[in-house]
Each structure stands twice: as C-alpha cells, then as structure tokens.
C-alpha cells in the first residue's frame, strides 16, 4: 500500500501569490491534517479534516484554509504569500475511528515552499 | 496551552546506548509519539506508547513514560550511523473532536563511528 503522497515536492513563489499544495492519504484513512515545519523548529499544527469537515484549526491566518474531497484527498490554499511562509508543509493521515489502539498519524514527505 | 520541551542536541559513539528525553505540559495526552526525520525526508513514525503505559520495547527502542512528572524518553540500543537525526517527541491530544499533535523542537542526535 502507498503511504500519505504529496505533490509538488518543492515550490518556489514570490510574495503576494497563492499557492495549493496536495496530499492524498494512505488508502483507508478518512482523515487528513496538515502541519507548517520551519527550518529548526518541530512541525506545527494547521488544520485537521474528516469526512470533509474542518475538525481543528491552529493559530494560523485565514489566508491558510484546506478542503477535503469525497475521496479524501486534501488541498492546502495559502493566499497573499509571505517571505514567513517558506516552510516544509507535512501531511499526516489517520483513521479517526475514535479507536485508541489506532490513533496514530503517519506522515507524507513534505512540500518544501520557498517565498522570495 | 500545550508545550512539548527536549534538548536540541546529543552526541553519542557508535555501539553505544542513547536516551533522548522529553517532557510534556498536557496532562490530557492520550498518546506520545517519537517520530525520526532524516535531511529533507518527512517524519518516520519510530514508536508511541499509550498514555497508561510505563514502558514499551520495540527491537532496539525502549520508550519510558512517567506520568506523573510528565516525561517520556526514547533509548536507543546499539546506536548506529544510520541513527543520526533529529528526533521529535510529540503528543496527541484528542480536543473538541478532532486530533492535534505537539511536537517538541527536535533533537538532533549525532552518532560518531
């Protein structure tokens, strides 16, 4: 089975644009979240979805906002970029069956986005 | 709110044992993680352990867990030079229907040949 995919890799924009970044979870998995890793820092919570409703948000600005698709596919939509966005954007799949012994979030490999 | 702290940095020779500790603040943990990244790779899920649990082993990792002072270490045994990465302690709280994760700052664990 294919693990958590993610698609661009790398991606370079300019200030001010937006930019979408893609995940597909691991085949099974009906949730989907996404997390902001800065260069030096741990990973940081940006949204979770299930069955394609917005659970949890972090603190972060409304110009970040996602969607889940029937398939449970997820897009991460930043607008109006700034230089601070530059980061590695991980997504992280897991069941979300409420069940303990399977509440374990495996993650993609990442986009890298770099803002000049 | 919640915060997950570890130290930035361990050097250790190869063959020998590491511990890399970790303490949390979120007393409503129901589970913590130790996830392994290597450069420019995602997070590789190493092991977790339930929040009711002392002590888990996994081949060469053991994971501690003290509830009551808030801390959880990961030893490594027989560490390798394929060991060396950043390691991030992290924690899962289940809050308002839905999961969020911690992580710590990552320590980056050296292993010299």
């Known amino acids: 089975d294919a693990g958590v995919t993610q698609s661009p890799t790398h991606l370079i924009k300019t200030r001010g644009q937006h930019v979408t970044l893609r995940c597909s979870p691991i085949?099974?998995?009906?949730?989907v979240s996404w997390y902001q890793q800065v260069l030096g820092q741990g990973p940081q919570f940006i949204f979770q979805y299930y069955e394609k409703e917005e659970r949890g948000r972090g603190n972060f600005p409304d110009r970040f906002s996602a969607r889940q698709f029937p398939n449970y596919s997820s897009e991460l939509n930043v607008n109006a970029l700034l230089l601070g966005d530059s980061a590695l954007y991980l997504c992280a799949s897991s069941l979300m069956g409420w069940d303990p012994t399977n509440e374990k979030l495996f993650f993609g490999s990442g986009t890298q986005l770099s803002v000049l | 709110g919640e915060d997950v702290e570890q130290s930035l940095f361990l050097s250790v020779r190869e063959g020998d044992s590491s511990v890399i500790n970790c303490t949390y603040t979120d007393s409503s943990s129901t589970y913590l993680y130790w996830y392994k990244q290597e450069p420019g790779a995602g997070l590789q899920l190493l092991t977790y352990i339930f929040s009711n649990m002392d002590m888990k082993q996994d081949q060469r990792l053991t994971v501690l867990l003290n509830k009551k002072d808030k801390h959880l270490s990961l030893r490594i045994a027989d560490t390798q030079t394929g060991d060396s990465a950043i390691y991030f302690c992290?924690?899962?709280?289940?809050?308002?229907?839905?999961?969020?994760?911690?992580f710590g700052i990552g320590t980056k664990l050296q292993v010299i040949p």
């Open positions: 085949s099974g998995h009906k949730s």
């Open positions: 992290a924690d899962l709280m289940n809050s308002g229907g839905y999961q969020k994760v911690t």
